[in-house]
């Protein structure tokens, strides 16, 4: 480990950079104003050695197509927790897929998807179906289904 010399904390290796260096982007829904599960997530993924365009909270539809668009990301990160991911997660993945320059990036979804939590078996198949590659809870073992899901890009990329 290297140190950091104005605050002598431990900082901790970089992995190796993936998928071609392509960045992986993270955005909010539409709807949801909250900017702390975008900061965690982008630290998150820093940490597993990605670079990551986080796009902020709020974001329309349209910016977000452009964005995908324009930086043709490793990865799309979608996260709610303002409970209306579910809805707001289906149109969007509907709008993104129906570009044909988008259907074989990989976009995920997780946080609080639903109003009541612990969104039904058929909402998560919906979101899926739809066109996700894989959906998050918000609990623990939805962290750690994340990190292995983002490691397996960072294999898929070397391999």
């Known amino acids: 480990m290297s140190t950091s010399e104005s605050l002598d904390v431990p900082v901790p290796p970089c992995a190796p950079r993936s998928a071609g260096d392509r960045p992986v982007l993270v955005s909010g ?4 104003a909250h900017t702390w599960n975008l900061v965690f997530l982008q630290l998150l993924i820093e940490e597993l050695g990605h670079e990551v ?16 668009l324009q930086l043709r990301p490793a990865l799309v990160v979608i996260s709610s927790v303002n409970g209306h991911g579910y809805q707001d ?21 997780g946080g609080k998807l639903g109003i009541t939590g612990g969104e039904s ?33 960072t294999a898929g990329a070397a391999s």
Do not use: K, Q, Y
Not at 98 to 107: C, F, G, Q, S
Not at 135 to 153: H, K, P, W, Y
């Open 29 to 32: 829904v539409r709807s949801d």
């Open 121 to 153: 078996e058929s909402h998560l198949e919906d979101l899926l179906s739809a066109g996700f590659d894989a959906v998050f809870d918000d609990g623990a073992e939805g962290v750690l289904s994340f990190r292995r899901f983002v490691g397996s890009i």
């Open 53 to 68: 365009v986080n796009l902020g909270p709020c974001v329309p539809e349209e910016v977000l197509i452009s964005e995908t």
């Open 89 to 109: 997660g289906l149109h969007l993945i509907r709008r993104l897929r129906a570009d044909e320059r988008l259907v074989n990036v990989p976009v995920v979804i």
